[in-house]
């Protein structure tokens, strides 16, 4: 006999539907929805919401970078990520430039054995050559990723250029994979950078005067432009500003399958933390692009209500006060990342939901299933059917916090959200059918998380046709001789 679980009394919430309903789990999948179910275990859901966990698909866990490691493991980044509702999260496979992209997903596959929740990959595209090429093939085919990253800035470690990303998008479109880019014009940045510094600007708030708003909109648009003309999709990573978003809004007006994902941070931190007195308080919030003025958040939080902005996620790249504070006297040293993997979930609902700006479904897509979807992991992930994997969180409304570092499952000593009041928390999170949230408190399993292999996308082939077009033969109109001589 099969131990199952019955979900009972709560509000099922998707991405389209709100109704009420028990959900039954056997094997880690649901296995029933409906009316008065019975079980071997209940889950009391009395007023709360029963939604499709969340998916962060942006995290940096154990991230070697700026010459540290982001601090979160995958055991302590998904250990945060199951108390704060979210069940999935896709991390960046990094190769070193001139290593191998398979020997990447094999550091990749060891660091996240520890992983309490389920994952999957991005590759990140750091270096171009034959090589890779060809082993990206072998990427999207046999090993279950179908996304790959490529960084605008970071010049001189990851960043590639306009010809290494035209090539690699040709090749995501031929292979039916998905290019992201984390849009910000390096060279500009690093030019910035280097008369700031000169001119004696060395605190933390010089980095956000190093990467303004335009340096992103112009990134964003070209990378739009580039898979325009590669005939591929393109998403955005970490979209922070109205430039940026008015570049993607602009693609989707116009046809291109472009989707935009803000961050969690960006949404409801802003530009005034870097002005702060403390240095350490200040550095502590230093990632790229930096946090921005009001006037952009109103911008993001418009594109999430009216779809224009597709998903929200972390960038999750915790360091500790001490590793910020390599970048003492010079900002551009102060390793790049926040964290936020514990906290998205709440401060979305408290922030989005409670205010008005986004409903509950709009919560589910933004979270959850619009992910799922431009992945191709959909309906294992972020759905509430019969046969998906049970991933669920049961949202209680009457539960809330301050948040504060002393209470965190991330293993650093600090939070950038740290005072703020959030006014729905997970009763139970479910990940495929283990209970690692039980009545709020954490209960995760170390191991227990399984990579999430995602095939390669249909969408993306059907927009080969453009590349074909623009390389077609083209007719010679006339010998280059003239008549007359010259
Ligand atoms: N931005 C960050 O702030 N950290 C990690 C990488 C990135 O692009
Ligand atoms: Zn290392
Ligand atoms: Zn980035
Ligand atoms: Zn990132």
Same mark, same amino acid.
């Given at each position: 006999?099969?131990?199952?679980?019955?979900?009972?009394?709560?509000?099922?919430?998707?991405?389209?539907?709100?109704?009420?309903?028990?959900?039954?789990?056997?094997?880690?999948?649901?296995?029933?929805?409906?009316?008065?179910?019975?079980?071997?275990?209940?889950?009391?859901?009395?007023?709360?919401?029963?939604?499709?966990?969340?998916?962060?698909?942006?995290?940096?866990?154990?991230?070697?970078?700026?010459?540290?490691?982001?601090?979160?493991?995958?055991? *302590?980044?998904?250990? &945060?990520?199951? /108390? #704060?509702?979210?069940?999935? =999260? @896709?991390?960046?496979?990094?190769?070193?430039?001139? !290593?191998?992209?398979?020997?990447?997903?094999?550091?990749?596959?060891?660091?996240?054995?520890?992983?309490?929740?389920?994952?999957?990959?991005?590759?990140?595209?750091?270096?171009?050559?034959?090589?890779?090429?060809?082993?990206?093939?072998?990427?999207?085919?046999?090993?279950?990723?179908?996304?790959?990253?490529?960084?605008?800035?970071?010049?001189?470690?990851?960043?590639?250029?306009?010809?290494?990303?035209?090539?690699?998008?040709?090749?995501?479109?031929?292979?039916?994979?998905?290019?992201?880019?984390?849009?910000?014009?390096?060279?500009?940045?690093?030019?910035?950078?280097?008369?700031?510094?000169?001119?004696?600007?060395?605190?933390?708030?010089?980095?956000?005067?190093?990467?303004?708003?335009?340096?992103?909109?112009?990134?964003?648009?070209? *990378?739009?432009?580039? &898979?325009?003309? /590669? #005939?591929?999709?393109?998403? =955005? @990573?970490?979209?922070?500003?109205?430039?940026?978003? !008015?570049?993607?809004?602009?693609?989707?007006?116009?046809?291109?399958?472009?989707?935009?994902?803000?961050?969690?941070?960006?949404?409801?931190?802003?530009?005034?933390?870097?002005?702060?007195?403390?240095?350490?308080?200040?550095?502590?919030?230093?990632?790229?692009?930096?946090?921005?003025?009001?006037?952009?958040?109103?911008?993001?939080?418009?594109?999430?209500?009216?779809?224009?902005?597709?998903?929200?996620?972390?960038?999750?790249?915790?360091?500790?006060?001490?590793?910020?504070?390599?970048?003492?006297?010079?900002?551009?040293?102060?390793?790049?990342?926040?964290?936020?993997?514990?906290?998205?979930?709440?401060?979305?609902?408290?922030?989005?939901?409670?205010?008005?700006?986004?409903?509950?479904?709009?919560?589910?897509?933004?979270?959850?299933?619009?992910?799922?979807?431009?992945?191709?992991?959909?309906?294992?992930?972020?759905?509430?059917?019969?046969?998906?994997?049970?991933?669920?969180?049961?949202?209680?409304?009457?539960?809330?916090?301050?948040?504060?570092?002393?209470?965190?499952?991330?293993?650093?000593?600090?939070?950038?959200?740290?005072?703020?009041?959030?006014?729905?928390?997970?009763?139970?999170?479910?990940?495929?059918?283990?209970?690692?949230?039980?009545?709020?408190?954490?209960?995760?399993?170390?191991?227990?998380?399984?990579?999430?292999?995602?095939?390669?996308?249909?969408?993306?082939?059907?927009?080969?046709?453009?590349?074909?077009?623009?390389?077609?033969?083209?007719?010679?109109?006339?010998?280059?001789?003239?008549?007359?001589?010259?």
């Amino acid at each position: 006999l099969k131990m199952s679980k019955v979900i009972k009394g709560g509000t099922v919430v998707t991405a389209d539907l709100t109704y009420k309903a028990d959900v039954k789990i056997e094997d880690g999948k649901i296995v029933e929805i409906g009316p008065d179910l019975s079980g071997d275990e209940i889950l009391d859901a009395a007023g709360c919401y029963v939604m499709p966990g969340g998916i962060d698909p942006h995290t940096h866990l154990e991230m070697p970078f700026m010459g540290t490691h982001s601090s979160d493991d995958f055991y *302590a980044g998904t250990r &945060a990520a199951l /108390a #704060g509702g979210t069940t999935m =999260v @896709v991390d960046f496979a990094l190769p070193d430039p001139g !290593e191998s992209l398979l020997d990447a997903v094999k550091k990749w596959d060891n660091k996240s054995a520890r992983a309490c929740c389920d994952y999957s990959f991005h590759m990140a595209i750091t270096w171009w050559g034959e090589q890779v090429f060809n082993e990206m093939k072998i990427i999207t085919e046999e090993k279950g990723i179908n996304t790959f990253k490529h960084f605008m800035a970071y010049k001189g470690s990851l960043m590639v250029n306009d010809d290494e990303m035209f090539a690699s998008f040709k090749r995501c479109a031929e292979l039916g994979a998905t290019p992201l880019v984390h849009a910000e014009n390096g060279d500009l940045v690093a030019e910035m950078t280097a008369k700031l510094l000169a001119e004696g600007n060395t605190g933390p708030e010089g980095h956000a005067y190093s990467r303004p708003p335009q340096v992103e909109g112009e990134a964003t648009n070209r *990378a739009i432009m580039i &898979a325009d003309m /590669a #005939g591929a999709p393109l998403y =955005v @990573v970490h979209t922070s500003c109205e430039e940026s978003h !008015e570049a993607i809004r602009r693609a989707k007006l116009a046809g291109k399958r472009v989707w935009g994902e803000p961050l969690i941070q960006h949404l409801v931190l802003d530009e005034s933390e870097y002005f702060n007195e403390d240095w350490d308080h200040a550095a502590r919030r230093v990632m790229s692009p930096p946090f921005r003025n009001k006037k952009h958040q109103d911008s993001l939080w418009a594109g999430l209500a009216s779809g224009t902005l597709s998903c929200v996620a972390t960038d999750h790249c915790a360091f500790t006060t001490e590793q910020k504070r390599y970048g003492v006297g010079d900002f551009s040293k102060i390793p790049n990342g926040t964290g936020g993997l514990e906290d998205r979930m709440p401060v979305l609902w408290t922030y989005g939901v409670e205010t008005g700006r986004i409903t509950m479904n709009e919560f589910v897509a933004v979270t959850s299933t619009n992910i799922a979807k431009i992945l191709n992991c959909y309906p294992q992930k972020g759905a509430i059917l019969v046969g998906a994997d049970a991933d669920i969180v049961v949202m209680d409304p009457s539960m809330g916090k301050t948040i504060t570092a002393e209470a965190q499952a991330s293993s650093i000593d600090y939070n950038v959200f740290e005072g703020i009041e959030v006014s729905a928390l997970p009763r139970f999170v479910l990940s495929r059918g283990y209970v690692a949230v039980e009545n709020g408190e954490l209960k995760a399993k170390e191991g227990h998380g399984e990579f999430v292999a995602r095939d390669p996308n249909a969408t993306v082939n059907t927009a080969l046709s453009k590349w074909k077009e623009l390389t077609a033969p083209r007719p010679v109109v006339r010998a280059g001789i003239p008549a007359t001589g010259v």
